[in-house]
């Protein structure tokens, strides 16, 4: 493919997901999907579906977020990782899957058991996920790299999907244009408004916080660069926890 499609964090807002799959062109464009398809936002389920679709027939690129790593671990030990997962937008992810009520109804091991359960698939889909993704001079990965590292590729994979200020500030000498999200646009910029792409040190990200009532971007980027970049506003407002 001539060109890459990447849409940043969705975080179960499936609507600005399907809207934003408008702009994408599957005969020409390589989909990268960066990672935190589930939590906090409503329809978590539907957007890991989707994504398993778009994956399995279009050929996308779905990389692991560290949201992902959440509902996974929380499913190995569920006793341990329960009230973090919940209080972390896993709430929201849960009811997804099962119904509304289930985190009260339920033990956390009762929750995991219900989820393995029935979703055998989807939770082997997510385990099988990629890291990061490399095309032409540009490394898609959903939270960063250890810059420190002579080689990128051996970050250690829980930076590759946590790691924050070391990577926004740490000198890019890999040669690579660094595409992520995990980190808010808003945060990077540091006035916890501003959606825009984030751009330094041949660093784009491209998470503007479209679940914290941000935006959700689709960038189109071919070899020289940015083509095009789609922002979609989230008009619903903010996630409300609910607990």
């Known amino acids: 493919m001539e060109q890459v499609f990447v849409i940043g964090d969705v975080h179960g807002e499936l609507d600005l997901f399907k809207k934003m799959l408008e702009y994408f062109d ?19 389920k539907d957007c890991w579906l989707l994504g398993k679709q778009l994956v399995e027939e279009q050929q996308a690129i779905y990389l692991r977020g560290n949201h992902e790593e959440y509902f996974l671990q929380f499913l190995k030990k569920p006793e341990d990782w329960f009230e973090s997962y919940k209080y972390n937008g896993g709430k929201e992810t ?5 119904h509304p009520g289930a985190c009260e109804e339920y033990s956390p091991t009762e929750i995991a058991m219900f989820i393995l359960g029935r979703y055998k698939e989807l939770v082997e889909f997510l385990i099988e996920r990629p890291f990061y993704y490399e095309w032409q001079h540009y490394v898609f990965v959903h939270a960063g790299v250890d810059l420190n590292k002579a080689d990128w590729r051996k970050t250690d994979l829980h930076d590759f999907l946590w790691i ?6 740490g000198k890019n000498e890999t040669g690579k244009v660094i595409v992520f999200g995990h980190t808010i646009t808003p945060m990077l910029y540091g006035d916890m408004e501003t959606t825009a792409l984030w751009q330094m040190d ?42």
Do not use: C, M, Y
């Open 202 to 243: 041949n660093k784009i990200g491209i998470d503007g916080g479209a679940v914290f009532g941000g935006s959700l971007h689709g960038v189109l980027f071919d070899k020289q660069g940015i083509v095009e970049d789609h922002e979609l506003p989230n008009t619903k407002g903010p996630w409300q926890p609910t607990f």
């Open 26 to 44: 599957p005969q020409t464009q390589q989909l990268i999907l960066i990672g935190d398809l589930n939590d906090r936002g409503p329809k978590s």
């Open 164 to 169: 924050r200020e070391p990577f926004h500030t």
């Open 94 to 98: 849960i009811e997804s899957l099962l």
